[in-house]
C-alpha cells in the first residue's frame, strides 16, 4: 500500500502544484515564507534543485519499484518471455499515450484550445514517453540479469552519461559545457531529433538523456528488491532504504560541483539527488504505512496511486482550472480577493481544483475501476 500511496502523494502535486504555487506566489507578495513555498512549487530555470524538480523522477523511481512486484509475478506464471512481452506491450502503449498527450497526430495544442493541425508538431519525446523508455529498459534487466550486475549497469550508465558530456567534444562549443543549448544532449536533440522540440531546437527530455532516466528507474528497482526481499525484517528495510537515500544525497551534491544539477539534462548528479529524495520519502511511506500501519491519513493518495496513469491523463484532457472557476471564480474569487488577502480567491481556485481531481480519482477507486497497462 506504501507504493501505492506514494504514487499518489506524487501525482498529488502534478495534479495542480503549478496553479497553486502560482497563487502562494501572488498571496506572498514576492517575500516571506509563502514566496519561499511558491518557488519551491516551480522548477529551477535551468542548474539547482527545487522540490517541483523531484516529481518527476520519483514518478520514474516508483515505476521501477512497481515493476519489480509485478515482472516477478508475470515471471512466476510464464517465464522471462512472458514478463518481457508484458514489458514491451506496456512500453508501446505508454508512448502512444504520450503522443497522445501532447496533441496527438492533430499536431500541437495551442492556448486557445485549438490543434496546429501540422505533423511537424508532433511531439516524439515526454514525460510519458521517457517513462516508457526508462521502464521497458529498466523492466528487461531487471528480467535478465541478477541484483549485483543491476548496481553495475547503474553504475557504468551515470558514468557513463558524464563521460559523454564531459569529455565529448561538442562542435563550436568543445568539450565540458553545461551551458544550456551549448551541451552534447541539447547538440544531438538539434542534429537528430525530428519534429517538435519542447525548448526551440532541443527538448528536456532528448534523447541522450534518456540514458540516466534507466539510471533512475534502475534505482526504483534496486529498492523494490530491497523491499521484496523475505530475509529482512520490515524495519531493517525501511532503515536501509533512508541509510541509501542519505548517501545518494551526499554524493549527489558533492558530484555536483563537477557535474552539475541541472533536471533539464538528467545529469548524473541530478538522478542521485533525486534518487536520495526518492529513497527518503520511501522510506518514510513504507514505516508508517506498511510496518506500523497508520493508513487513514495516506487513502486520498491511494486513490489517486491506484489510478496514477487514467488522473494524469484527465488532467490533460479536462481543464480542472477553469472547472473549479464555476464554484469559486467570477465574484466570488473577487470577494475573496477583496476580504482576505489578493490572491486568495486564486489559491481557492487552484485547491478546488485539486479537490476536483482527487473526487474523481476516489469515484473510481470506490467503484473499483482501475485502468492499468
Known amino acids: 500500500m506504501s507504493i501505492d500511496a506514494l504514487r499518489g502523494f506524487d501525482m498529488f502535486w502534478i495534479m495542480g502544484a503549478d496553479s497553486l504555487g502560482q497563487s ?5 507578495g514576492g517575500h516571506g515564507l509563502m514566496h519561499y513555498v ?32 509485478s515482472l516477478t509475478k ?22 502512444v499515450l504520450g503522443l497522445f498527450y501532447y496533441g496527438g497526430f492533430a499536431g500541437k495544442l495551442l492556448e486557445n484550445g485549438d490543434f496546429t493541425g501540422k505533423i511537424s508538431d508532433i511531439r516524439l519525446v515526454g514525460v510519458l514517453q ?53 551541451n552534447l544532449a541539447n547538440w544531438i536533440d538539434s542534429q537528430y531529433l525530428p519534429w ?20 533512475t528507474c534502475l534505482m526504483g528497482v534496486l529498492a523494490g528488491i530491497w523491499l521484496k526481499s523475505e530475509k529482512t525484517s520490515p524495519e531493517r528495510k525501511a532503515g536501509m532504504l533512508a541509510v541509501a537515500g542519505v548517501c545518494c544525497l551526499v554524493l549527489g551534491f558533492i558530484w555536483g560541483l563537477q ?37 487513514c491519513w495516506c487513502r486520498p493518495f491511494v ?14 484532457v479536462v481543464d480542472f482550472d477553469k472547472l473549479a472557476e464555476r464554484f469559486a471564480g467570477g ?12 490572491g486568495f480567491g486564486g489559491l481557492v481556485i487552484s485547491l478546488t481544483s485539486i479537490l476536483l481531481g482527487m473526487l474523481l480519482a476516489r469515484s473510481l477507486y470506490q467503484r473499483k475501476v482501475f485502468i492499468r497497462l
Not at 24 to 28: D, F, I, N, P, V
Not at 198 to 213: I, K, Q, V
Open 74 to 95: 508475470a515471471m512466476q506464471d510464464g517465464g522471462p518471455d512472458a514478463a518481457l512481452v508484458r514489458v514491451l506491450k506496456r512500453t508501446l502503449l505508454l508512448y
Open 38 to 69: 511558491a518557488e519551491q512549487l516551480d522548477h529551477v530555470a535551468w542548474e539547482g534543485f527545487r522540490f517541483y524538480d523531484l516529481i518527476f523522477p520519483l514518478f520514474v523511481f516508483v515505476a521501477g519499484v512497481s515493476s519489480v512486484f
Open 303 to 316: 486513490w489517486v496511486g491506484m489510478n496514477a496513469i487514467a488522473v494524469y491523463l484527465a488532467c490533460n
Open 196 to 215: 517538435r522540440k519542447w525548448d526551440g531546437n532541443h527538448d528536456p527530455e532528448g534523447l541522450l538523456s534518456n540514458l540516466p532516466a534507466i539510471g
Open 130 to 182: 521517457r517513462i516508457a523508455i526508462a521502464s521497458a529498459a529498466a523492466g528487461i534487466l531487471f528480467i535478465y540479469c541478477r541484483p549485483r550486475t543491476l548496481v553495475l549497469w547503474l553504475v557504468a550508465i551515470l558514468g557513463g552519461y558524464w563521460a559523454l558530456l564531459a569529455l565529448v567534444p561538442v562542435p563550436g562549443v568543445g568539450t565540458g559545457s553545461y551551458v544550456e543549448g551549448k
Open 24 to 28: 502562494l506566489a501572488t498571496l506572498a
Open 259 to 295: 557535474f552539475p544539477i541541472i533536471k533539464k539534462l538528467w545529469t548524473s548528479s541530478y538522478v542521485l539527488v533525486a534518487g536520495g529524495w526518492s529513497l527518503l520519502l520511501l522510506a518514510g511511506f513504507y514505516q508508517l504505512v506498511d510496518v506500523w500501519g497508520w493508513r
Open 331 to 342: 465574484d466570488v474569487k473577487q470577494f475573496m480577493d477583496r476580504s482576505v488577502a489578493p
